[in-house]
């Protein structure tokens, strides 16, 4: 079975330009979440979707939003890009959701964005 | 909300040894606790799960314990091997978001010497 996807690997942008990360999780799972890792950090929580509903929320900016699609896909949207935004965005399924539900994540490899 | 150390940014240990990774957190203790491994340029890939009401869980050559008291856990790696080289992190699940996303520690990158 194939492992969660994102796409692109690679992304190079200029500050103030818009950008869209987007990830296919595994299939059957129906809960998606996006991670930011910067260099030499542990992933931090940027959103939680499951069953196209945003169900968490981390500390990050209204320029960061996200979405999930029928078919339990999802795109991360970043506007107006500052230096700081460059990391590697990691994207996160498990079969459900729930409080406290004691499901391992499964990571894609991420989209390395590169901020110039 | 949770804040989560781990030991050291890095350890190196010969191979053969057994490697012993802490991770330590400070607010309240969670229902349970995960492990992961990252290689460069890879996401983070999950190793094992364990409940608060588990003092220790062992998988091959793998073996995590849980103190509450301490709010600490114990990440062991016998009979090293270089190919356990890697950064290792640990991850609670924040109540802040009714366990929705995890908290993840900073990682501390294990070099297994030949």
């Known amino acids: 079975d194939a492992g969660v996807t994102q796409s692109p690997t690679h992304l190079i942008k200029t500050r103030g330009q818009q950008v869209t990360l987007r990830c296919s999780p595994i299939s059957g799972h129906k809960s998606v979440s996006w991670y930011q890792q910067v260099l030499g950090q542990g992933p931090q929580f940027i959103f939680q979707y499951y069953e196209k509903e945003e169900r968490g929320r981390g500390n990050f900016p209204d320029r960061f939003s996200a979405r999930q699609f029928p078919n339990y896909s999802s795109e991360l949207n970043v506007n107006a890009l500052l230096l700081g935004d460059s990391a590697l965005y990691l994207c996160?399924?498990?079969?459900?959701?729930?409080?406290?539900?004691?499901?391992?994540?499964?990571f894609g490899d991420g989209t390395r964005l590169s901020i110039l | 909300s949770q804040k989560i150390e781990q030991n050291s940014e890095a350890l190196n240990i010969q191979e053969g040894k057994t490697a012993t990774l802490t991770c330590n957190y400070t607010?309240?203790?969670?229902?349970?606790l995960q492990w992961y491994r990252q290689d460069p340029g890879r996401g983070p890939v999950f190793l094992l799960l364990i409940r608060e009401n588990e003092k220790e869980k062992r998988k091959e050559r793998l073996k995590v314990t849980f103190d509450t008291t301490l709010k600490q856990s114990l990440f062991h790696i016998t009979a090293s091997q270089p190919a356990d080289s890697a950064t290792y992190l640990c991850?609670?699940?924040?109540?802040?978001?009714?366990?929705?996303?995890?908290?993840f520690g900073p990682g501390t990158r294990l070099s297994v010497l030949p």
């Open positions: 991850a609670l699940p924040d109540k802040d978001n009714y366990g929705q996303n995890f908290v």
């Open positions: 607010n309240y203790s969670p229902a349970y």
């Open positions: 996160a399924s498990s079969p459900r959701t729930g409080p406290f539900s004691n499901q391992p994540q499964h």
